[in-house]
């Protein structure tokens, strides 16, 4: 079993800056692929960024186009921790963000394709 804590969201105006957090524990992998996913009040969860590490190729990075170019996803491994960077913040980002693992290779961008999810925590961007 794999246990994925997020921290980190909170109340801020548009234009700043909150760095999330998704701490696992439990089981570790060789390969997997960690997901950020958000869901905003009354519309379905979209996908927002991937990470995937992979022995035979290393880490790849996937973004949606609305947070290309302001939020950045990382990870400290010796922590077992990943982190998004979101930069530049919109009201429309307003949502709960939810991180997911999945050690599977299929698709990063469904929330079906993963195995494992946290609590979520929630940012507001006020306008």
């Known amino acids: 079993q794999v246990q994925l804590v997020e921290s980190g969201g909170g109340l801020v105006q548009a234009g700043g800056s909150l760095r999330l957090s998704c701490a696992a524990s439990?089981?570790?992998?060789?390969?997997?692929?960690l997901g950020w996913f958000r869901q905003a009040p009354g519309k379905e969860r979209e996908f927002v960024v991937a990470?995937?590490?992979?022995?035979?190729?290393?880490?790849?990075?996937y973004y949606a186009d609305s947070v290309k170019g302001r939020f950045t996803v990382s990870r400290d491994n010796a922590k077992n921790t990943v982190y998004l960077q979101m930069n530049s913040l919109k009201p429309e980002d307003t949502a709960v963000y939810y991180c997911a693992m999945t050690t599977n290779n299929g698709g990063y961008a469904s929330g079906s394709a993963y195995d494992y999810w946290g609590q979520g925590t929630q940012v507001t961007v006020s306008s």
């Open positions: 439990g089981r570790t992998f060789s390969s997997y692929t």
């Open positions: 990470i995937t590490w992979r022995t035979w190729s290393g880490i790849t990075t």
